[in-house]
């Protein structure tokens, strides 16, 4: 699954289980970190751009080394570091990485039926335990599309009632004027503060 779904994922289950700003976007970011290892991409897409000879780096390695418990648990632990709440968002990173790795078993198919991207759980120490699903869908299917768009949603409405967005994290300000946009559309349209007009 893209990473903005994968960040969707997380607000959507996790953010309300801290109270911090910062701790919520740990948690939401340890969902997505996992996909660092597919950074090879850009470095394949530069050697092709330059004329250099081919490389694999992103089919060689992605999935090997963010994609496992290893990963997992040092993910956790690095998010606990900066976190106001260091257990929880330790164990809350915990279980973002999980939710990748789950949204990837279920969503990350390539164009083919046969090409399955498994999860290799112990990698990369060890390719065992290997897990896959047959009926895994296309990364670019009508599922994650949808799925997608279900999170976006949820996250807005929820927006409209707690007041704040995932924007909040970079722009409040802007979070703002969007959580009122909300709200209008939603026929939320918060009442004004006493002594104010």
């Known amino acids: 699954m893209s990473p903005i779904t994968h960040f969707l994922v997380g607000w959507a289950l996790l953010e309300r289980r801290v109270s ?38 992103y089919e060689d390695y992605h999935r090997l080394f963010g994609h496992g418990l290893p990963a997992a648990l040092l993910l956790a632990a690095l998010v606990a570091v900066p976190a106001r709440q260091r257990l929880r968002v330790a164990v809350l990173g915990l279980v973002a990485v999980h939710l990748h790795l789950l949204c990837d078993l279920l969503g990350s198919r390539g164009s083919t039926p046969l090409d399955l991207w498994p999860i290799w759980y112990l ?10 699903v047959s009926w895994q869908w296309p990364l670019v299917g009508w599922q994650n599309l949808l799925l997608s768009a279900a999170l976006l949603f949820i996250t807005l409405r929820r927006g409209a009632v707690t007041g704040y967005t995932p924007l909040t994290l970079l722009a ?21 503060e006493r002594g104010t007009r």
């Open 20 to 57: 911090a700003p910062r701790d919520k976007a740990l948690v939401c970011l340890a969902g997505v970190a996992p996909d660092l290892d597919g950074l090879g991409l850009l470095v394949d897409a530069l050697y092709r751009a330059l004329g250099s000879p081919a490389t694999r780096y």
């Open 172 to 192: 409040p300000r802007v979070d703002r004027a969007v959580v009122e946009v909300l709200r209008r559309w939603g026929g939320r349209a918060r009442a004004p």
């Open 123 to 132: 990698a990369p120490f060890s390719l065992t335990p290997e897990w896959s």
